[in-house]
């Protein structure tokens, strides 16, 4: 029992000792960029382990590296850190502060890649706080970024869409939508499509198309279910039970929320998704008089609240349901407290339906009061912004139904055209039919025979040198296999004990040297055979292998890594990590880029795995032929070899996605 408890403690205390010896040696480093090489390790040690020290630390890094002049650096960590500071530690300002900060140097920074991402990063930032400065930031970010760059172009605009769609700007948000749509969609990056396809249901929703976004969203939530991205549903079921609510249907509100509850996963760790339900929860078992379920939901509002209390959406919600909560207990003085805060929040947010939501609630809460007089001014500014929004709402509509007119006009045009070139044809195509059959047909009798004598031929070839191939590889895993145990084993215990006498002798140059070949013969050895899929599982060893790239390389590695450890075994396990490995090595060797993207995504009965970069691309088929290029070939033979498809898209000057598919057993 003592083992086994010192065996799992055994990880922790060696990631304390590590990034110990880290903070230490960057405290005592004099040379500048020395000490930003210790405190990179700090970050990639603390990356989603430590958060405060991650932030600390990143501040530290972003400040020293500005310092040196190193204004590319320093606009890196800022990117990196903006997403713990806003979602998880709920201080966008701080994040702001810190891409400013970089952005006033901005002149220094060559990569297009950096300067629309440090915007894209700052928008992210201000849809927590200013909508208007959100979608000023995506807007910079889609002038910055390069051609080369289109899939963070597809996230700005999917980005401004969505805060477009919360101000009411109907037009502009389904613009968005449909440009970064059509962008997803050249990547064949499905999921986003989805996200795009999202954005414009809410503005049905929000414009009154109340049946057009409930066909639509009944379309998304089983599209969700095929490509098992279940993770979005509670999602779904919540937007719909606002609509419903927005219907006057509070059977069907109550039945999507309960939907709502069920989907969310608390793996999710989304808490800001799971406060809006119970918010509504609460909210409703409050106006309809079931105040002790309503109480449950108002506990469990507070716990969760205290942890995402700067994020302004969790703040609007929380804060209705209180007020609601508060005027049904009679509590009027403490539901005017919230009922206020919800509208300051409101106007700081621009959202014209919290707006609308908070005067209506405003008004009930001062009648309850007896103050009629406050009660009737809020009732009056509730029917302005209604009306106003029911004159943009009928603006919006005759937009929609002249853009589905002008659609059905010019496909109608397209079908009265093709019409015609079809009867101009017709007598043509007869003629050539005949003259055509007559002649294939006196070929094709020999060619069918000499084609399937080929085909026999060809097909036993091709099965012979696949089963060659595959046990090629095979056999050169095992050989590498053991080399690196002989390596570690043998060559590293040797030079251990070399290094055990030196330090007996107190020569420091020899230790160095000593030291640097047990790091050698160690990364030797790794490369050899990755020893961490039995230490961390398949999973945590691609983390660690592009967490390694992004520290050693300036290729900037982001990633969307789901958990697919146990799916495969570990013949197969070696396969996905060597062409994941392959992969990456190919974009250091030969892309020359500046960026690239990682997703590893498990489906209902495979797993789909996805990495693009932003470099000059190339001729595939040209590549392909080429006898020195066996890259591509092995990556071939290794998807084979686990009864997967590999897939290439690369255009010269434009980047490469190569996609494989595994199927899961």
Not at 106 to 119: A, E, M, R, T, V
Request: some cysteine.
């Amino acid at each position: 029992m003592v083992l086994i408890t010192v065996c799992l403690l055994y990880p922790i205390i060696g990631y304390g000792q590590d990034i110990d010896h880290y903070k230490q040696l960057a405290e005592k480093e004099t040379n500048m960029t020395a000490k930003l090489v210790a405190m990179d390790s700090v970050l990639s040690k603390s990356y989603m382990r430590d958060d405060d020290v991650f932030i600390d630390y990143s501040i530290r890094y972003i400040d020293l590296a500005k310092a040196i002049d190193s204004i590319e650096w320093a606009a890196k960590k800022a990117m990196n850190v903006q997403y713990t500071l806003t979602s998880k530690k709920n201080d966008p300002g701080k994040a702001i502060a810190l891409i400013n900060g970089v952005l006033a140097h901005k002149y220094k920074i060559k990569d297009s890649f950096l300067i629309g991402g440090l915007f894209l990063k700052r928008g992210g930032a201000h849809f927590r706080v200013d909508l208007e400065e959100a979608i000023e930031d995506y807007t910079l970010a889609i002038e910055n970024f390069a051609e080369t760059d289109s899939v963070y172009i597809a996230d700005a605009y999917m980005f401004r869409g969505q805060a477009n769609s919360t101000l009411g700007s109907f037009v502009k948000a389904t613009e968005d939508f449909d440009t970064a749509y059509r962008y997803f969609e050249d990547l064949q990056d499905y999921e986003y499509m989805l996200h795009a396809q999202q954005g414009n249901i809410i503005m049905y929703g929000m414009n009154g198309f109340y049946e057009k976004a409930k066909e639509e969203r009944d379309e998304l939530i089983e599209k969700l279910i095929e490509l098992g991205l279940t993770q979005y549903l509670a999602t779904e079921y919540y937007n719909q039970s606002l609509d419903f609510k927005k219907m006057g249907d509070p059977v069907s509100q109550l039945e999507s929320l309960i939907k709502a509850r069920k989907s969310y996963s608390d793996s999710l760790r989304d808490t800001t998704t799971l406060l809006a339900i119970q918010s509504k929860f609460a909210e409703y078992y409050s106006t309809h008089d079931q105040l002790d379920l309503a109480e449950k939901y108002i506990d469990s509002i507070d716990e969760n609240y205290k942890r995402i209390k700067n994020d302004m959406f969790a703040t609007l919600n929380y804060t209705s349901a209180k007020a609601n909560y508060l005027k049904a207990n009679n509590d009027y003085t403490g539901a005017l407290r919230y009922a206020r805060l919800k509208l300051e929040n409101a106007k700081r947010l621009g959202s014209e339906d919290e707006n609308l939501e908070s005067y209506q609630l405003l008004s009930e809460i001062y009648a309850k009061m007896g103050d009629y007089k406050s009660s009737l001014d809020y009732k009056d500014k509730y029917i302005r912004i209604k009306d106003s929004l029911y004159d943009s709402s009928n603006v919006n509509s005759l937009a929609y139904y002249q853009t589905l007119l002008e659609t059905e006009k010019k496909e109608k045009a397209l079908v009265e055209k093709t019409s015609s070139l079809q009867l101009l044809e017709k007598d043509n195509e007869s003629f050539k039919k005949v003259v055509a059959f007559s002649s294939v047909a006196t070929i094709l009798f020999f060619g069918l025979i000499l084609l399937y004598r080929n085909r026999q031929e060809l097909k036993y070839n091709k099965i012979r040198q696949e089963r060659f191939s595959q046990e090629l590889i095979v056999s050169q895993e095992e050989e590498r296999k053991r080399i690196s145990k002989d390596l570690h084993d043998s060559l590293g215990q040797q030079l251990l004990l070399i290094k055990n006498k030196v330090l007996a002798t107190g020569d420091e140059s020899t230790k160095k040297m000593v030291d640097n070949a047990i790091d050698e013969v160690r990364t030797i050895s790794r490369d050899l055979h990755p020893f961490q899929l039995q230490e961390m599982g398949i999973t945590k060893a691609i983390e660690h292998t592009l967490t390694k790239i992004d520290e050693n390389t300036t290729v900037f590695i982001s990633a969307d890594i789901e958990n697919i450890d146990n799916l495969f075994t570990p013949e197969q396990e070696v396969n996905i990590y060597r062409i994941v490995q392959e992969s990456l090595n190919n974009i250091i060797k030969h892309a020359k880029a500046e960026a690239s993207r990682v997703s590893v995504k498990k489906l209902a009965d495979s797993i789909t795995i996805s990495i693009r970069d932003n470099g000059i691309g190339f001729d595939f088929s040209e590549k392909y032929q080429d006898v020195k290029s066996l890259g591509l070939k092995t990556l071939l033979e290794r998807t084979k070899f686990l009864n997967g498809q590999m897939k290439v898209q690369s255009k010269i000057n434009n980047g490469t996605t190569i996609e494989f598919q595994f199927p899961v057993s």
